[in-house]
């Protein structure tokens, strides 16, 4: 004896049929989907981590007379400098950047002197920023990112936020903090990424190394701070920089200083970059 | 040629009268070549002297013949540098040279004070850097080098320089490079360099400073014993003794709020077995440098006084001076000679900085003592004023 | 803690100072005639290390396209815009495969590590033709950078590299090659720049007159030792300089400042072409 217990009629066994494959056809789909998502790409820019960058009037140390306030337009800066691991997969696509290969008006004798060969990463960690890098190097590679280096202006404008808000100044011990984080770098930096984030979600950009800018011919002063009022006028027209607006912004000095002395085909153990687009 | 009245005819008088006007004329617009040889002579004759007669502005000229010699004639000779407390040598040499001098640059963590490291700037791998020392007239030949181990770049104003900002813009280097300039030694005296890299006052209070000594053409007298020594203000986040490795702290540096004052970069450089040593009878001489970067040091050697001082490391000699006044940037000759055995501490008399921060050394001298000049204690005994007779 | 307030007041101060110090920086500027004496960063510090011998280079010497059309006439082996330099094929067997044939008809002689010209990204000319640098090579080559809207210093550097070319035997300024680097890359039009070179009577063929992207502009000015800045509103805070390279394209003499003597330059041309 059977007793109904379902008070609607059984579907038609086509229609039901129909429905299972389009629920499996749906979840193949959204599995697929999911899939491809979670996979690792293989090209490098959506491999490396930016965030977006609202732009906005930068406090540059030394405004530049005769200058209105530098604005920077909206843009995007990685998140970190760019790896060890990251350059060699450049060199591994592009041979003539290989430190055997580089004519020497692009790098100097000291390029990628720490490596132990021209894919050869040696003892270095490739989860740290890669040093000894020319200019023409770094900007080489955030070309074939399609991406480019950061401007001064733009680097300055990241670099002056604080952890809570844009403007680290507003922050007390924020000076310190830089200056510290600044002057006790290691000189082998350690792996990009365990710095703390700061307002705009940018991390490393005072604790591990000192990083290339787009404009490397733009800072026209002398690494003399006493002297930073007398622009060698003879040689500059147009402009120049007066003297600095934040005179106990300590690790600004430094980072000018540094990059006043730079020229292209320099390289440091202790000088690395990152990108912006 | 006398008148029957014995007088002079009256042209004779006008001719003589005219004669010494023009004679008179003549001297004062053209001088005569007497009077040009004792003002090189007082110009050539510097050194131990007292000169404050010398007409203000006066420069010391470099006249003699060597001086005029072309700088690819000169002998060139290699500079043997001094590393604190040990002065550089005499200059020991009656002619001119060119002189090549090579510093390098280095960024390490040393010890500041007992269980106190700080991660100092400094030339030559110490505070302070090495003391360099020419003859008046050389020509310098300078090489600055930054250890690409550095992170900063660097550069140095040597106070000896005459030229744009004592050579700092020509040898501003970033870790890695070299670079070189030249320059003549114009002046004698004793002298500070230091880094001027932006910002300066960091540099400096990081170490970066020493030396360099000037001395005239005719050499320094001789002494028997030779010091180095430059005082230097730290600013750290932590107090004095802090243990650990302490920070720069610019907010103390900018308020002068030192943490530290010390000789020769670090406590106790000068104290116990660093201290320096000399005999009884010895005549002394102490390079004395303050490379600040604020303080002024008011320098004194307990228990002596200095027979001279070159004030503030120039040609003016003052004598019989028991504490001098060098200021940040500056530096000071002085000589005395040790008379009885003792331990002679150097300070700076702002007293507190001797016996809280550090800025004190030791001069221990060994010898016969001389009772004449200084007994030890002959008598001691219970003192009561209200005791009855 | 400084307010809103103080920013603004601080600011305004900043501006009326700037304004005042840069009249006073232009008058002073547009008087003077003298010579700098100081050093410039760049190529220079390149020149000094040059002690090695030359780098072995990859046989491909061609430049790599511009970056606005990085596949054109390439296998399509490389990543994204190549790169300034030389062809990024992984397979140096064939390096000529699919290029489009711009390059300086000259033998393979290697370029010399330090050339200026293994700079290959293509510049505009005043022709609107594509223009890379080391066309240049097989002769002397006088390099300025300057920018069209510029009123003070960029004359007299164009009036430099005229004097330069006036100071030399006719024949030998014949073979002489220019090449006018603007700054302004927005501005700078080659219609603009032709305009411009007509104007000087100097729209001839030995003078290029050349405009970039910004990408390749900045590197040039890397690679001579040019400083310069975008100043806003069309102005360019930039150094001084006149770069004689030689017929390989290294840099054989420099003239840093503005009424400089042009010996150095002149005999550096001489040496280059006898």
């Known amino acids: 004896m059977t007793t109904r217990t379902h008070s609607h009629t059984r579907t038609p066994a086509p229609r039901r049929r129909a429905a299972r494959l389009t629920r499996r056809f749906a979840a193949a789909v959204a599995g697929l989907w999911l899939l491809t998502a979670a996979m690792p790409t293989t090209t490098a820019a959506a491999a490396t981590s930016m965030v977006a960058i609202e732009g906005g009037e930068v406090e540059l140390l030394f405004p530049v007379e005769g200058e209105a306030a530098t604005v920077v337009e909206p843009f995007r800066i990685d998140v970190v400098p760019v790896t060890n691991a990251e350059f060699l997969a450049f060199l591994e696509a592009n041979p003539e950047w290989r430190r055997s290969a580089v004519p020497e008006v692009f790098a100097g004798s000291a390029y990628l002197r720490a490596w132990d060969g021209d894919l050869d990463l040696g003892a270095l960690d490739p989860s740290a920023p890669v040093t000894d890098v020319s200019w023409f190097a770094a900007a080489a590679y955030c070309e074939a990112r399609g991406a480019r280096l950061p401007t001064e202006a733009e680097w300055e404008f990241v670099a002056n936020a604080g952890y809570a808000g844009p403007r680290g100044r507003d922050e007390a011990g924020y000076a310190a903090r830089v200056l510290t984080l600044t002057t006790s770098r290691a000189q082998r930096p350690g792996p990009v990424g365990m710095d703390e984030a700061n307002y705009y979600g940018v991390k490393d950009m005072h604790g591990l190394v000192w990083e290339w800018v787009f404009d490397v011919g733009s800072s026209f002063n002398t690494g003399d701070s006493r002297s930073d009022g007398d622009r060698r006028l003879q040689l500059v027209c147009g402009g120049g920089s007066a003297g600095a607006v934040d005179k106990s912004d300590y690790a600004a000095f430094l980072r000018y200083a540094f990059r006043s002395g730079l020229t292209g085909g320099y390289s440091s153990g202790g000088l690395g970059f990152r990108c912006a687009g | 040629m006398r008148d029957k009245r014995g007088n002079l005819p009256l042209g004779v008088i006008y001719a003589v009268a005219a004669i010494i006007v023009a004679l008179a004329v003549g001297v004062a617009l053209f001088g005569t070549s007497v009077d040009a040889a004792p003002a090189q002579q007082a110009g050539a004759d510097h050194g131990h002297d007292l000169t404050i007669n010398q007409p203000a502005g006066e420069h010391v000229a470099l006249t003699d013949p060597e001086d005029l010699v072309p700088v690819e004639e000169l002998p060139v000779i290699k500079a043997v540098l001094g590393y604190a407390p040990n002065a550089a040598p005499p200059v020991d040499r009656d002619y001119r040279a060119h002189v090549e001098v090579e510093l390098e640059t280095t960024e390490e963590v040393l010890r500041l004070a007992d269980g106190v490291e700080y991660r100092f700037w400094t030339f030559g791998g110490a505070v302070p850097g090495p003391m360099i020392r020419v003859r008046h007239g050389d020509y310098v030949t300078f090489t600055l080098q930054n250890h690409p181990t550095s992170l900063m770049p660097h550069n140095i104003d040597l106070h000896a320089v005459t030229g744009q900002g004592g050579g700092a813009e020509a040898t501003l280097i970033s870790p890695g490079q070299q670079a070189t300039f030249s320059f003549s030694a114009l002046v004698p005296g004793v002298y500070i360099y230091h880094c001027a890299t932006a910002p300066v006052g960091m540099h400096i209070a990081n170490g970066m400073y020493g030396l360099i000594v000037v001395e005239p053409k005719e050499g320094l007298a001789p002494v028997d014993k030779e010091f180095y020594v430059v005082q230097g203000d730290f600013y750290t986040k932590g107090d004095f003794g802090e243990r650990g490795l302490q920070d720069f702290d610019m907010q103390r540096a900018i308020k002068e709020d030192a943490a530290y004052v010390v000789f020769n970069g670090s406590v106790g450089s000068l104290v116990g077995e660093n201290a320096l040593f000399a005999d009884v009878g010895d005549k002394v001489r102490i390079f004395f440098g303050n490379g600040g970067p604020n303080l002024t040091s008011s320098f004194h050697v307990i228990g002596e006084i200095f027979d001279t001082v070159n004030v503030e490391g120039g040609r003016l000699i003052n004598h019989d001076v028991q504490t001098t006044s060098v200021p940040a940037g500056g530096a000071v000759m002085v000589e005395f000679g040790v008379d009885v055995p003792g331990t002679y501490n150097l300070v700076d008399h702002a007293i507190f900085r001797a016996f809280n921060k550090g800025a004190v050394g030791q001069l221990v001298v060994v010898g016969e003592k001389n009772p004449t000049i200084f007994t030890e204690r002959t008598d001691i005994r219970p003192y009561d004023p209200d005791a009855t007779e | ?274």
């Open chain 3, 1 to 274: 803690m400084t307010t809103t307030r103080d920013h603004a007041a601080a600011r305004r101060r900043a501006r009326l100072l700037a304004a005042f110090a840069a009249a006073a920086l232009l008058a002073a500027c547009g008087g003077k005639a003298e010579e700098g004496g100081g050093r410039a960063e760049g190529a220079q510090h390149v020149m000094a290390t040059a002690t090695q011998a030359e780098t072995p280079h990859a046989p491909d010497q061609h430049a790599a396209p511009a970056p606005a059309d990085p596949h054109a006439g390439h296998d399509g082996h490389e990543a994204a815009p190549a790169t300034p330099d030389t062809h990024a094929a992984p397979a140096p067997a064939d390096p000529h495969a699919g290029h489009d044939g711009h390059e300086a008809a000259l033998p393979a002689a290697e370029l010399p590590g330090t050339s200026i010209y293994h700079l290959g990204g293509a510049f505009t000319g005043q022709d609107g033709a594509e223009f890379r640098l080391a066309e240049l090579r097989g002769a002397p080559t006088v390099v300025v950078m300057f920018y069209g809207d510029c009123t003070t210093a960029c004359p007299l550097l164009v009036k430099s590299a005229q004097d330069i070319e006036q100071a030399l035997p006719t024949e030998l300024a014949a073979r002489t090659r220019f090449a006018m680097v603007s700054f302004d890359t927005e501005r700078d039009t080659p219609d603009k720049l032709r305009a411009y070179a007509e104007s000087l009577g100097l729209d001839k063929a030995s003078w290029h007159w050349l405009v970039g992207s910004p990408l390749l502009t900045r590197q040039l000015a890397t690679l001579l030792g040019v400083q310069y800045r975008d100043a806003g509103n069309g102005v360019f805070a930039h150094s001084n300089l006149v770069t004689v390279l030689d017929a390989d394209g290294v840099p054989a003499a420099r003239v840093e400042g503005l009424g400089v003597p042009l010996d150095g330059a002149v005999a550096a041309i001489r040496a280059a072409l006898e």
